[in-house]
């Protein structure tokens, strides 16, 4: 499969944990996006990285969230002292070196749950 | 005020039957449209892009007022398969990854 991959694809944790989840993205595709859905709404964007670079960060991005690319590969998305708040499916997206970076393929996605 | 505001339904139709969505935006730059579908618990797909003068893939037909800032989707002859949420999705221009999704609008086609 060469789409994009997430991993976990679901993670139970309790309030207070930090979580880490990975994304990969289709191979050479170099724009990384990260998004986070909670039910009954669309994806809100949360951040975009450009290879190892993170052009953009929403404000939905609190300090307790960070996002790393640092080989401009795999992208990891941390929380740290998970709030209940936090529960919602985070999903990755990638989008190819040459052509229109809206055209953004997605992964799985990973579905959180902060008891 | 939200970038992309849609009615979130549900829409129940027959099998056959014709069904419109429709959604606003918010920002006068936004430059590019589309309509994503997404299966439940099931990441967003691309279903087509929206073009100023209307697109039409088979039995799906996008249509785009730039002055009215307004998009909508067609579905003729509707499937059981057609069954899924209906997201629609403006971005500011093409060098700008950020996508901003509308709520989605969920259709159930019934045989």
């Known amino acids: 499969d060469t789409g994009v991959s997430q991993n976990p694809r679901h993670k139970i944790t309790k309030r207070g944990q930090n979580v880490t989840f990975r994304c990969d993205p289709i191979?050479?595709?170099?724009?990384l996006y990260w998004y986070r859905q909670t039910l009954g709404q669309g994806p809100e964007f949360l951040t975009y990285?450009?290879?190892?670079?993170?052009?953009?960060k929403s404000r939905l991005l609190s300090d307790r969230f960070s996002a790393e690319r640092p080989k401009g590969s795999f992208s990891t998305l941390e929380i740290q002292r998970t709030e209940q708040g936090d529960s919602a499916m985070y999903l990755c997206?990638?989008?190819?070196?040459?052509?229109?970076?809206?055209?953004?393929?997605f992964g799985p996605g990973t579905r959180l749950t902060v008891l | 005020r939200k970038e992309v505001e849609q009615d979130p339904g549900p829409f129940n139709v027959p099998e056959g039957a014709t069904v419109a969505f429709n959604c606003t935006y918010s920002?006068?730059?936004?430059?590019?449209f589309f309509w994503y579908r997404q299966d439940c618990r099931k990441e967003p797909k691309l279903l087509m892009s929206?073009?100023?003068s209307g697109n039409e893939d088979g039995r799906f037909t996008a249509q785009l007022n730039r002055a009215s800032q307004y998009i909508s989707l067609l579905i003729r002859d509707s499937k059981l398969s057609d069954s899924a949420t209906y997201l629609c999705?403006?971005?500011?221009?093409?060098?700008?990854?950020?996508?901003?999704f509308g709520r989605g609008t969920q259709l159930t086609v019934w045989p």
């Open positions: 997206a990638s989008s190819p070196r040459t052509g229109r970076a809206d055209t953004q393929y």
């Open positions: 191979s050479e595709h170099n724009r």
């Open positions: 990285f450009q290879n190892e670079a993170q052009l953009e």
């Open positions: 920002n006068s730059a936004s430059q590019s």
């Open positions: 929206v073009y100023s």
């Open positions: 999705v403006v971005n500011r221009g093409s060098t700008l990854g950020r996508l901003y």
